[in-house]
């Protein structure tokens, strides 16, 4: 080995007097030599950020979940008012266990429960529905003529005639199949909501909202009559319960990584300085938000724990620098600025990948993504004074153990001495030599391909029916596999818009093109029913010639169209009739599902839009969704190069060697390639939810190549082989980079025990990029680098050099 000093190794110092204050760069000189008032800082800033976490809320917005600038989005928030219940709603499915819903008992109970949620907050009053608001009609032909009038009958006692009346309206109302089940054993009440309650101007606390709607379900269900509940409100209410559950597995890894962290170092002192650093980020970054104005959310309530798993992997490498300088005699405050001098570069790097990489989120016009991007920003910010400059500052005061920092060198001291390099070393060490880096590159070529071509089958938005962030057999899922099985018109609404001129929605014209593209979405397999003034009109016309089904066709009659949309329910076409809404009630709201039905309207409007009537895409939860399926898709890949392009940029500024660059890039790449194709074989659809996980990944696992590198071009420019290089990039960062790498794995794969599924494909999905990165940056980058980068004529290093980033690399021609 080299008898030169190696970057790591700077003259050891034993007496802090004997140590040039006045040495180091001006950051450091600034920090450390005010160390006091650095901590001051800190210590007031922690404080007050700890009071400010009490303020800070956890919600769901549905807006927030939608792409509102995106035009099948701008098509239903411009008919909103027209359409209200066709975004964000919940059905309350009562069933009996009786023979039918026509009781006495029932329909007490439903009237009871229906008044209730009826005065609740956040509930659009005008547009509820259930048998006992006077929205629900019926309408027929009687011997008097064309007849209509609410289902539950005037004069409604009870009695047994009354209940006789009840089911004859309910059968001429056209909502058996959507609000009252095929078996008749069970009936909705559907509600929607409301995005802020008109009484206090407040957003919808969907937390709340959620935990009253299990207070009715306990009040009402009985031995006899059991609720189901269903809905976006109830999705978030069920993810918010969660968070308490989340919380515990969120405590589990950080416990692991502790235990991980001292069974390294076995030095209580340091292991808890690292965690309490990265604690400390945790606690700024909560703390900051409500001061910001933004709130958690289910979905970014995970961004707090990684930016503790970004604060664990660069504090270990500051402790671990510290504790091998204190190993070797330097006294603890020139051991922590030996340190700050080494790594502060290549963890600012970093830091600053990962934080633009975040920022890169902010292109996808989705507001919660935003806010993901936003709240995960900030928390990389945070962590360049916790973790950077308060972490190497506090271990200045408190050191090392002894015996853990002479621990530290054993490696080290065994190498000089002459012995056998630690069997994982020398393995590693392998993969600089040209026969087995061309083996790891022929693998990861391999694994490049394979993984590209199962990524290719990756499915954009849902592909389980129900709620995929909750589990399959968890109560919501059990709640709509019951609306599904019962009802023709399931929870999965498409609504397709007619726009026509003001009192045009009547016309012969328009309502032919609306009743064939009625009928072209039944016959595609996905879809379950439809509903539109179209079919009303036939069905009408149908009774007015005692039910001869030669007559169920549309009369070129403009007056008696024009008398059978006047008592037609408001929902099928608005009070100005310019605007028709088509329901397409879908078996599920997969990926598949929604594109098929997509593309018919889509091919239907190109071919038969009109000055007259324009078809618009999309409102529904399930048209809702498609629009967010299509702004996902088209983010997906261009959020994947925005982040790769931050960090090509920020590595070449610190590298000035474009095979620098490759070598440190090309591992993440691989792992992102191989994340797809695990997402495909765990069924893991892109969604709203999922679509960060990936430029999260790579955020934390290019910390894993800039500390690697940035030892192994300092010791080239210094003129080391690159095995030397490398054997010494192993022993300073490269242990901590697999320590760090295992630890958070082993942390996040406890995830998968979590009954929010969400959570578990996020423990499983973060734990491989975890251990991807990790391998990546300790197999694959040397064997790049066995190609791409040479030593520097061997020169000797002064201290002065060590203050300084290492001179341009000499790289292979």
């Known amino acids: 080995m080299s008898a030169s000093i190696s970057t790591e190794q700077q003259p050891v110092v034993r007496d802090v007097a004997d140590f040039d204050p006045r040495s180091g760069s001006l950051i450091e000189r600034a920090l450390f030599n005010h160390r006091q008032i650095v901590l001051l800082v800190c210590g007031l800033l922690t404080v007050i950020l700890a009071w400010q976490t009490t303020h800070l809320s956890l919600n769901a917005s549905f807006e927030k979940m939608i792409p509102t600038g995106h035009p099948y989005i701008v098509n239903y928030l411009k008919h909103k008012q027209d359409l209200s219940g066709l975004g964000n709603a919940i059905r309350i499915v009562v069933a009996t266990k009786g023979e039918s819903i ?268 935003q806010d993901l991007a936003m709240i995960a920003s900030l928390g990389v910010a945070v962590l360049i004074f916790t973790n950077l400059i308060l972490l190497p500052i506090l271990l200045s005061y408190v050191g090392v153990g002894a015996k853990a920092a002479v621990r530290s060198l054993r490696d080290e001291q065994l190498d000089a001495a002459g012995g056998a390099k630690h069997p994982l070393w020398r393995f590693l060490d392998l993969f600089t030599q040209r026969r087995w880096a061309l083996a790891a590159l022929a693998s990861a070529m391999a694994l490049g391909v394979g993984g590209t071509f199962v990524s290719m089958h990756l499915k954009i938005g849902d592909l389980d029916p129900g709620a995929p962030e909750l589990r399959a057999d968890s109560r919501y899922n059990r709640d709509n596999a019951f609306v599904t099985a019962h009802y023709g018109a399931s929870s999965d609404v498409f609504a397709v818009m007619v726009q026509t001129q003001d009192g045009g929605c009547s016309k012969y014209d328009t309502l032919m093109r609306l009743d064939s593209l009625d009928w072209q979405l039944r016959s595609l397999p996905g879809v379950e029913d439809t509903n539109s003034l179209a079919q009303l009109n036939r069905r009408v016309l149908t009774g007015l010639n005692e039910g001869s089904a030669k007559w169920y066709e549309l009369v070129k009659n403009q007056d008696m169209l024009n008398t059978i949309t006047a008592g037609a329910p408001r929902g099928l076409y ?133 500390y690697v590198l940035s030892i192994l071009l300092a010791r080239l420019a210094a003129g080391d082989s690159l095995s030397e290089a490398y054997y010494r990039a192993l022993l300073f960062t490269g242990r901590v980079v697999l320590l760090t790498g295992v630890m958070l794995a082993i942390g996040v794969a406890t995830w998968v025990l979590s009954p929010i599924k969400f959570q578990a494909d996020m423990g499983l999905l973060l734990a491989f990029m975890f251990i991807g990165n990790m391998v990546g940056a300790l197999v694959i980058l040397p064997a790049l680098a066995h190609f791409l980068l040479k030593p520097a004529r061997r020169i000797d290093l002064t201290e002065e050099a060590f203050a300084t980033p290492p001179a341009p690399l000499h790289t292979a021609p």
């Open 102 to 369: 026509y009781e006495a008992d029932y329909l007490a109970m439903l009237k009871s429960l229906s008044d209730q949620v009826y005065l609740m907050p956040g509930v659009d009053r005008n547009f509820m529905k259930s048998l006992w608001t006077p929205n629900t009609r019926w309408m027929g032909v009687t011997e008097e003529g064309l007849e209509g009038g609410a289902v539950i009958p005037d004069g409604y006692n009870g009695s047994a005639p009354s209940l006789a009346q009840l089911r004859l309206n309910i059968a001429r109302s056209n909502e058996i199949g959507q609000l009252v089940a095929l078996d008749q054993r069970s009936s909705i009440v559907y509600v929607p909501l409301l995005s802020r309650d008109p009484g206090t101007g407040k957003a919808l606390d969907y937390g709340k909202f959620a935990t009253d709607l299990e207070n009715l379900r306990t009040k009402y269900q009985t031995d006899h009559f059991r609720l189901h509940i269903v809905g976006f409100a109830k999705v978030v209410g069920d993810l918010i319960d969660g968070v308490r559950l989340i919380m515990l597995f969120f405590a589990a890894a950080i416990a692991v990584a502790a235990v991980m962290l001292y069974a390294y170092t076995r030095c209580w002192r340091s292991t808890g300085l690292v965690v309490v650093c990265s604690l400390v980020a945790v606690v700024w970054q909560l703390g900051a938000l409500p001061m910001l104005g933004y709130e958690l959310d289910p979905y970014s309530v995970l961004v707090p724990f990684l930016v503790f798993a970004i604060g664990m992997s660069h504090g270990a490498q500051k402790m671990n620098g510290i504790m091998q300088d204190v190993g070797r005699g330097t006294h603890r405050l020139v051991a922590a600025r030996y340190t700050f001098r080494r790594l502060f570069l290549a963890g600012l790097t970093a830091l600053l990948c990962d934080a633009v990489g975040f920022a890169v989120l902010m292109i996808i016009k989705i507001q919660v993504i």
């Open 574 to 706: 608005n009070d100005s009739c310019n605007l028709l809404t088509l329901f397409t009630y879908l078996k599920d709201h997969k990926a598949d599902t929604l594109n098929s039905v997509v593309d018919e309207v889509e091919s239907f409007a190109k071919a038969n839009n009109t000055p007259d009537a324009t078809f618009l895409l999309a409102a529904g939860n399930s048209g809702i969704e498609a629009a967010t399926n299509i702004v996902v898709k088209q983010a997906n890949r261009q959020m994947l190069l925005w982040v790769y392009a931050a960090v090509i940029v920020l590595c070449m500024v610190t590298f000035r060697s474009w095979r620098a660059v490759v070598c440190a890039v090309v591992p993440l790449v691989l792992t992102s390639i191989l994340c797809e194709a695990l997402m495909v074989g765990l069924n893991i659809g892109v969604k709203v939810a999922t679509l960060p996980v990936i430029a999260l990944g790579v955020g934390i696992g290019v910390d894993y190549a800039l």
